[in-house]
Structures are given as C-alpha cells and as structure tokens.
C-alpha cells in the first residue's frame, strides 16, 4: 500500500533562517505531488505541485520553492523566512489523472519567530 | 474552476445521519465533486467523489442533484469522531493537463453532539 512520509512534525524557525522541508512517498511510482499551507484558522492554499521530477508548478508567489530531485520526493525550501510563513504545511500525493484522490500526510506545524 | 458554498457550520447529534449540503451551481460537464474532511491538526482525509451517480463507501453516501448543481454528503451514524470540517470541493480541470490539483474553500465544520 501506498504511504507519505512527512518530516518534521513541527519546527520553530527564527526570522532570516533557512527552511527544508521534506515529502516522500512509497509504494506508487510517478506520482503528482503536492504543497499545501494552511495558516491559523485559515483554509488551505495550494503552493506547489508536480507531475514528474524537475517538474514544477508554482501557484502563488511568494518565499518559497519547491524541488522533486527524485521521482517520489517533494522538498519545499525558502532561503530565508518570514513571519507570514508560518503555517500548517502538507504535502499531498496522487497517481497520474484527473480523477485520482488526494492522499494528504499528516504536516509539519512551522512557527516563524 | 467551478466554486462551492458550503455552510460554515452544523451540529449533529450522535448516531443521528449527518447531511452536509454543497452548492456548485456552476459545475461543468467534466468536473466531478469530491469531499474531504479534517479533522482538527491532521491534514485532509479524502471520503467520496462523484460525477453524476450516486456514490456510497464505507464512511459515506454522495448524493448529486440530477442537475448537478448541488449535492449532499451524508454519513449514516455520526459519532464524536466524526467531528471535524468538511469540505467540498469541485475538481479543477485544466485542459488536458492531469495535474488534478484540489482547490479548497472554507469548508462547514461539523460539530458531532452525545
């Protein structure tokens, strides 16, 4: 079966400091990934997606990026944060197709201080 | 890409059926609905789609209207757990790219009550 791996669960960042966070998926090949935010008591923002590696899709502007160096990881980045990239952030997996779920993990809790 | 109005909230009382309505009056041929559900610090978990039949799984029932405007979530005997928000969410075409990204509104939180 298929299954998401996000790390970490949560982290706290000061301001100016460099952020990684990584998505991996098993048991699928070629997935389309996802990034989503969700900040407090907000809904949920889709940032980034991809069909296949080296191929990305960036959805709102922003400080961030996002890399897929391998078929089944997602890495999202930012050079040096701000306090409005705080947030609740989940990476979604699918397989290829219009009518496939979504398949959420379980987030990383980022608070920017 | 076809936007919903869902209810920003409702209550249900335990073992009672809960039956979350979605408006998407502006749905096109090819865009079926899809729901998901969140429960408080977890990320999304999908529950049903549907394009234009009934559809039933083991956690819910989608009801569509023959015009496809609206639907109706229904799960048969809610409990505690089932507290959470759920949103309703009409799939993003683009073409013929398959990205098949979601697109999530505010959704209704669903308050299960004993």
């Known amino acids: 079966s298929q299954t998401i791996h996000q790390w970490p669960a949560t982290l706290v960042q000061p301001v100016g400091s460099p952020l990684s966070l990584e998505c991996t998926v098993e048991?699928?090949?070629?997935?389309?990934l996802y990034w989503y935010r969700q900040a407090a008591g907000r809904g949920l923002q889709l940032l980034f997606y991809?069909?296949?590696?080296?191929?990305i899709s960036s959805e709102v502007p922003q400080n961030l990026s996002a890399s897929r160096p391998q078929d089944r990881q997602f890495i999202l980045s930012s050079k040096k944060l701000l306090l409005s990239d705080s947030g609740f952030y989940l990476c979604?997996?699918?397989?290829?197709?219009?009518?496939?779920?979504?398949?959420f993990g379980n987030g990383t809790r980022l608070t920017v201080t | 890409d076809a936007k919903t109005t869902q209810p920003p909230s409702m209550d249900c009382a335990e073992g009672r059926a809960a039956n979350l309505p979605c408006n998407h009056s502006t749905i096109s041929g090819n865009e079926y609905v899809y729901w998901y559900r969140q429960i408080h610090s977890q990320g999304p978990q999908y529950i049903i789609h549907?394009?234009?039949n009934n559809e039933t799984n083991e956690m819910a029932s989608l009801i569509i209207t023959e015009d496809r405007k609206s639907s109706t979530l229904i799960l048969p005997h809610a409990t505690l757990r089932d507290t959470a928000v759920y949103y309703c969410?009409?799939?993003?075409?683009?073409?013929?790219?398959?990205?098949?990204?979601?697109?999530f509104g505010q959704g209704t939180t669903l308050q299960v009550k004993p």
């Open positions: 969410i009409v799939r993003f075409t683009e073409g013929s790219s398959n990205t098949g990204k979601l697109i």
């Open positions: 991809s069909v296949g590696i080296g191929q």
């Open positions: 048991g699928t090949s070629n997935p389309n």
């Open positions: 979604a997996w699918s397989v290829e197709g219009l009518r496939s779920p979504l398949h």
């Open positions: 549907g394009l234009k």
